[in-house]
């Protein structure tokens, strides 16, 4: 079933498929993972049409970033969740709390600003803990435990606080959401640093691929023909160099994109190349069969949701250093966001199905057409419609395709 | 001879690929008890399907022939109206409600306002309950009744339907003695009293004896014979001999090389409580064993507790308060968890690979790993090169068919499905494989090489255990058979002692009646 009438030429590589039949695997079994891809550049084209290419100019490239940076880290999490069979409800409210106690630390106790960051992401990892031990040990659907969660650290922010803002961080402190790499190998107009960082992550990127590819024709896999694996590579090797080239122009290279990125990289490691990644696929997929294949099911929730915590934490020294403060109603209705961008992401509600890069896109999905649509005037309620008919069409196409996929078998 | 209520004429009913009923008749007389007896699998809950219509009109061939006319039931509605009412196996009780909600639930007592007349459906439901003998408070909930109160008000459930032909489906399957001689009474009164035909699906063969007017015997979904039960000469052993007379073919590859060594592993006085109702065992001082390159087999109607024997043992994952004792190679090892038992090279697939043993939306790779996925691990990080290799030298070994290791599980036949479950077991380099049902729903073809490679394992020197419904299968493959009843070992036969009727004795053997010896002299 490699080569088809359709390729008369067959590829003298092992395992290569045709041009035909990789186009034809990626628009069919392989639909839900290109769609997405689709989906995002539809909107991306759509938007600088209406925006007269606003969208896709330096400073708002630089902006989107940073504007959705702790939403994205919060999708790592999340999707991890979601794939578990979970969900998690109070994300917004331990960013919230843990940004609260850094600033009381830092703003009112006068001390280091690496020690507010410590500070934080511990109240994250602690919440985590406390969750993961309802869900994990007493058995409490994540549902309701993080529903109590979403008002326990509300209201534990609120105390904090003392109901009151609390601003401003000291300037490191902000620097770690606000701050650029910028000049660090001069340049002349443009940043060559965040060209270079840019240029060896393509490479490495590139290499990856490559060695994927021929691990996979090795055991006689099918992989995409040649051309098109190039065609691919070179595609996202102009995208990534042009958003370099936008920056390099702009400010330089974000902090919190070099943070987001490390993360991305980490979190696509757990979930595809360790124990605990296959565990979590296998809970969401088949929850007997994972206990009767020795998965410690109990082990594997608590980390989750531990894990979970910890990204919320790190979500909250973002968030704080963004807004350099912190305020009582600060991470309000986060969780929703990031809940979307797993959806949005190609995660199944039902658990089993998804992937720290797919929620990452949808994210950047929500991040540009939210953006887009605040260049274009349109106010907050139409944004929020929008956004709302996006997540249920995302999942309804997930959905329909599971019910042909079923039907077909 | 009384006319026939109703008459099934050689109702023929297909799945894809598989001929689940094939002619059969089936003639029940008005106002008898009519029991059908036969095999797991012979095709005796399809046919019970097909009669109330929960597989509807023109999706079989054949006649359905009811009260004088071909019936045509498109749904259980349907088939309720006219008066058939099917109490299944498993309770179709909501709990939290109360016993008059219950009975009446689908079917409420209306006033002329279209709300629930309480007050006339209390009263009813106490009726009909005096009428199966029971003496409880309407308002009572169900959840507060024990499992037998619980089976009466099936009945009383099905009275208040007018029924006129009752079918019931193993109705004592969960019940103490007691509850089961009080619900066979209440049969028989029902038929002389109020003149209701019932139908009995039963695997109890005394139970058939005692309340049955005619008995007809179902096997590889044909009807093979339909007998008189006042007749001397329709005993039990009658019975027996009609379920399994069937030619043993060359159906199973011949065993060779085995050569059965020490003993490998041993559970002893193994009793097991039901995870949700306390006091209830499931598993009674139960052992068994097997040797190093033996296959031994554990023969059981549904019901004996087979599955829920092999799970308690496997890492306790059924079942509450499990005691007794397990050895391997003469020393005493834990069992607690799944990772201990896979640790002690223990391995067992499951009857039901699609719900308990496969994620079904992962790749075969995958799931080929899930379970010795430490050996692919250095440094905490999955070697996944070595993964795709292992997968695919399974893929050829076990020749599992798929264009690749990167499918999805979910998308393979039943047989290859449990050829990637035994690849997995087999990649734990357990040296005690606990086969449950290895080979349900798998066509001719695939069953031969599941046998193969049941042989492979057991010429390698690793203790087979398998559980089959199939006493053909047992007998083909096996070196050695316990038989289970009703959660009692009930004993042991070599394979040159095992018959079927041999086997099928110890199988229906009940609770009170003295266990058999160990010994092998009970074939015939």
């Not at chain 2, 043993?357 to 440094?379: E, F, V």
């Amino acid at each position: 079933m490699s080569t088809t009438a359709t390729a008369p030429k067959k590829s003298s590589e092992d395992g290569a498929d045709s041009i035909g039949a990789t186009i034809r695997a990626a628009l069919t079994s392989n639909i839900r993972q290109s769609g997405i891809f689709i989906a995002f550049v539809a909107i991306i084209v759509l938007f600088t049409i209406l925006t007269d290419g606003k969208l896709l100019m330096g400073q708002n490239v630089t902006n989107i970033i940073l504007q959705y940076s702790y939403i994205l880290v919060l999708a790592i999490g999340m999707v991890i969740v979601i794939i578990g069979g979970h969900i998690d409800l109070s994300v917004g409210s331990v960013v919230a709390f843990s940004g609260a106690v850094s600033a009381v630390i830092v703003i009112k106790g006068g001390q280091p600003w690496w020690v507010g960051v410590i500070a934080a992401i511990g109240v994250g990892i602690l919440a985590g803990a406390w969750q993961g031990f309802w869900v994990a040990f007493v058995g409490i659907p994540a549902f309701i435990t993080t529903l109590a969660g979403m008002l326990i650290f509300r209201g534990a922010t609120y105390l904090t606080l003392d109901n009151i803002s609390l601003s401003p961080f000291p300037s490191e402190y902000a620097s770690i959401a606000m701050g650029f790499q910028n000049g660090l190998l001069g340049g002349n107009g443009y940043d060559v640093f965040t060209l270079v960082v840019f240029g060896l992550a393509v490479a490495a990127y590139i290499f990856s691929q490559f060695r994927q590819r021929a691990a996979a024709a090795r055991y006689h896999q099918h992989v995409a023909a040649m051309p098109l694996f190039i065609v691919k590579l070179v595609a996202v090797a102009a995208v990534v160099m042009w958003i370099a080239w936008l920056m390099a122009n702009n400010r330089g290279l974000p902090n919190v994109l070099i943070i987001l990125t490390i993360l991305v990289i980490i979190y696509t490691l757990v979930t595809t190349r360790t124990v605990f990644g296959r565990n979590v696929y296998a809970i969401g997929g088949n929850l007997t069969a994972a206990t009767l294949s020795g998965v410690k099911v109990k082990w594997v929730n608590f980390g989750i949701m531990l894990n979970m915590g910890f990204l919320a934490g790190v979500a909250g020294v973002i968030f704080g250093a963004r807004s350099n403060g912190a305020q009582p109603a600060a991470g309000n209705m986060f969780e929703l966001d990031a809940i979307a961008a797993s959806f949005i992401g190609g995660a199944a509600v039902t658990g089993g199905v998804g992937k720290v890069t797919g929620a990452i896109i949808g994210g950047l999905i929500m991040a540009t057409m939210t953006n887009g649509m605040q260049l274009l005037g349109y106010d907050q309620s139409l944004q929020n419609i929008v956004k709302g008919l996006v997540l249920l069409l995302a999942v309804a196409f997930d959905v329909y395709n599971k019910r042909r996929a079923g039907a077909s078998r | 001879m009384a006319e026939n209520i109703l008459e099934m004429r050689s109702i023929t009913k297909t799945f894809p690929g598989v001929k689940a009923l094939e002619d059969v008749e089936l003639r029940v007389a008005k106002g008898e008890i009519h029991a059908i007896c036969g095999e797991n699998g012979a095709g005796k809950s399809t046919l019970m399907k097909v009669l109330s219509g929960v597989y509807p009109f023109g999706t079989y061939e054949g006649d359905i022939v009811y009260q004088g006319d071909v019936a045509r039931f498109h749904s259980i509605k349907d088939s309720e109206h006219a008066g058939v009412v099917i109490i299944h196996q498993e309770l179709a009780l909501v709990p939290q409600l109360t016993v008059a909600e219950n009975i009446f639930l689908g079917n409420e007592r209306k006033n002329s306002l279209g709300l629930i007349d309480w007050n006339t459906a209390n009263t009813q439901a106490v009726e009909l309950m005096r009428q199966v003998g029971l003496d409880e408070n309407p308002t009572t909930m169900v959840s507060q009744l024990g499992v037998g109160k619980q089976q009466l008000i099936e009945i009383a459930k099905a009275l208040s339907k007018d029924v006129s032909l009752l079918i019931l489906d193993e109705p004592t399957a969960a019940l103490n003695d007691s509850d089961s001689q009080h619900l066979l009474d209440l049969m028989k009164r029902l038929r002389d009293e109020q003149g209701i035909t019932s139908i009995m699906i039963s695997h109890k063969l005394n139970e058939i004896e005692y309340v049955a007017d005619t008995t007809t015997i179902i096997r590889d979904g044909q009807t093979i014979e339909t007998l008189d039960m006042s007749e001397p000469e329709s005993t039990q052993d009658r019975i027996i001999r009609g379920m399994v007379g069937r030619e043993l073919e060359n159906r199973y590859p011949p065993k060779t090389g085995r050569s059965i060594g020490e003993e490998l592993f041993r559970v002893e006085d193994w009793t097991v409580h039901h995870p949700t109702q306390p006091g209830r065992l499931v598993i009674e001082d139960a052992s068994f064993d097997v040797k190093a390159g033996e296959v031994v087999g554990i023969a059981g109607l549904m019901g004996a507790g087979r599955t829920e024997m092999a799970m308690s043992v496997f890492g306790r994952t059924y079942g509450r308060h499990a005691t007794g004792k397990v050895f391997k190679n003469g020393q005493e090892i834990h069992t607690r968890s799944v990772a201990e038992c896979i640790q002690n090279g223990i391995a067992y697939a499951t009857e039901d690979r699609k719900r308990y043993g496969l994620n079904l939306i992962d790749d075969i790779r995958h799931n080929i790993s899930s379970a010795g996925i430490k050996k692919l691990t250095k440094n905490g990080w999955i070697d996944t090169n070595e993964e795709l290799k292992v997968a695919q030298e399974y893929r050829v070994a076990m020749n599992i068919k798929t264009p690749s290791v990167l499918q999805k599980a979910g998308n393979l036949s039943g047989g290859n499905q449990q050829k990637v479950v035994l690849s997995k077991w087999m990649y734990t380099d357990a040296d005690i494989v606990i086969l449950d049902e290895p080979t349900r729903g798998i066509d001719v073809g695939a069953k031969y090489e599941i046998y193969t490679i049941i042989n492979k394992l057991a010429a390698e020197g690793k203790g087979v255990i398998i559980i089959s419904s199939e006493l053909p299968e047992l007998l083909g493959t096996c070196d050695r058979i316990f038989t289970l009843a009703f959660g009692r070992v009930t004993g042991q036969l070599g394979i040159d002692d095992a018959t079927p009727e041999a086997l099928m004795k110890l199988m229906t053997q009940e609770r009170t009646a003295k266990p058999a010896t160990a010994s092998a002299g009970e074939g015939k």
